[in-house]
């Protein structure tokens, strides 16, 4: 089974965002904020991973 991917990259400003990638290549996910240093955004990341294992599923 192909694996997703989170890849950390510099925006036009020389700021560290984040995105996420499905095993088929479509990008899914981002941060949606830039951070001014590396360790910033991997503390980013692992607040959404930490978050999304009980974050609750609402139907609107």
């Keep these: 089974m192909a694996k997703g991917k989170l ?31 590396l360790s910033s955004c991997k503390n980013g990341i692992e607040s959404v991973k930490k978050n999304i294992m009980t974050a609750e599923i609402e139907k609107s």
């Design 7 to 37: 890849e950390i990259y510099k925006d036009k400003k020389g700021e560290f965002r984040w995105r996420l990638f499905a095993s088929n290549g479509q990008q899914i996910a981002n941060g949606g904020e830039g951070y001014k240093s």
